[in-house]
């Protein structure tokens, strides 16, 4: 489609990402029409920084009803994704918006409607599941722990080894901080019950690589505890989360970790363990062995990311990888059971899609 007009909303951590790494390594396909901050100060210095030429607003919503734009990023809190992505549709504009999809599961089921009404590109900036640590952590789970076959799961995969089937792995999510949020990600929402937290920020990555690696999740059993006071994130979780083939994964959350965080996906079982330790460093041994570091090839010059990448792709008429709005509304169906404990187990295969 030649030239891609391009309007961002939003310059924290990821919008200032967007303009200063990825906009100019695409320079010949990318014009940079339009940015948005709520803060002036910022938005006079990120355009100066990213050499002028754009311009802008302090209003997402007068921008979007003025830019010529053929796509919007936006990386704002999540309690503006849905108007902004709203309005960007309505102008006729590619949407590629950041992660979570909303700020609820109403927000998101209306997005994914909004969405399959367009015949505009829909993008959730889901990009963990390609990064390299991961496509080798996924091609382990395949060789070592297979899902349990229909009959399997039918004829209970937890009974004993001796039953003539393997047992079921032992899977453990930790999502575990000495403090939320963290030092360098402080601002006036990360922290509140309403549209923060790290189930939010960081556990809708790995509930949608999860789903990406393991299948759907379609039960959910949460407990969470809020600090006192009334209005902060949670303070400690204690979820499982249940397959749909029946394997359970075990969530261990909390903002009060003695030492360094740990942001890990662990799996043990008679073939031995797999661990994906702090985003991207992958272990793997045999059953009584200590887990050892896993080389890991790929960068984003040979690999599929950044998904930016992706995105130019398709609007160029190429093939492209990306997670679209149906991917964020099926994670922000676990993210919301998580978020909000129903006294038991949830039953999501109702609301997946």
């Known amino acids: ?5 391009l309007a961002v909303i939003g310059l924290g951590n990821m919008g200032r990402s967007m303009i200063h790494r990825l906009v100019p390594r695409y320079v010949d396909r990318v014009e940079l029409v339009a940015l948005c901050d709520s803060s002036e100060e910022s938005l006079r210095r990120e355009s100066e920084a990213a050499g002028g030429g754009a311009k802008l607003y302090t209003d997402y919503r007068t921008l979007l009803a003025e830019t010529d734009a053929d796509l919007v990023y936006i ?3 999540p309690s503006m994704h849905f108007d902004a992505a709203k309005r960007a549709f309505e102008r006729g504009m590619h949407v590629f918006c950041e992660k979570p999809l909303a700020n609820s599961l109403e927000e998101a089921e209306a997005l994914l409607e909004l969405a399959r009404n367009s015949d505009r590109l829909n993008v959730v900036h889901f990009s963990f599941p390609l990064e390299p640590a991961v496509l080798k952590f996924k091609q382990l789970i395949e060789e070592r722990f297979p899902a349990p076959t229909a009959s399997e799961t039918q004829s209970g995969r937890s009974e004993p080894a ?3 089937r393997a047992a079921s792995p032992r899977i453990d999510l930790y999502l ?5 949020p963290r030092a360098w990600q402080r601002n006036d929402w990360i922290s509140t019950r309403r549209e923060g937290g790290y189930l939010l920020e960081v556990g809708i990555h790995w509930i949608h690589m999860i789903q990406q690696v393991f299948g759907p999740i379609a039960q959910v059993r949460s407990d969470v505890r809020f600090p006192d006071g009334g209005g902060q994130c949670e303070s400690t979780v204690e979820a499982v989360l249940r397959l749909e083939d029946e394997r359970e994964i075990y969530l261990s959350g909390t903002d009060h970790r003695d030492g360094e965080e740990r942001v890990s996906l662990v799996v043990r079982g008679e073939a031995g363990t797999v661990a994906l330790e702090n985003w991207g460093n992958l272990f793997a041994g045999a059953a009584g062995e200590k887990p050892r570091p896993v080389e ?3 960068d984003e010059e040979s690999g599929e990311l950044p998904i930016f990448k992706q995105v130019l792709r398709i609007l160029d008429g190429q093939p492209g990888t990306v997670y679209d709005f149906r991917d964020g509304y099926n994670a922000q169906v676990v993210l919301e059971a998580l978020r909000n404990p129903a ?4 039953d999501l295969t109702r609301r997946l899609v």
């Open 343 to 346: 006294g038991g187990w949830t």
């Open 296 to 298: 890991v090839s790929g």
């Open 75 to 77: 990386a704002v809190p």
């Open 176 to 180: 575990e901080f000495p403090q939320w």
């Open 1 to 5: 489609m030649g030239t891609i007009k």
């Open 162 to 164: 001796d039953s003539g």
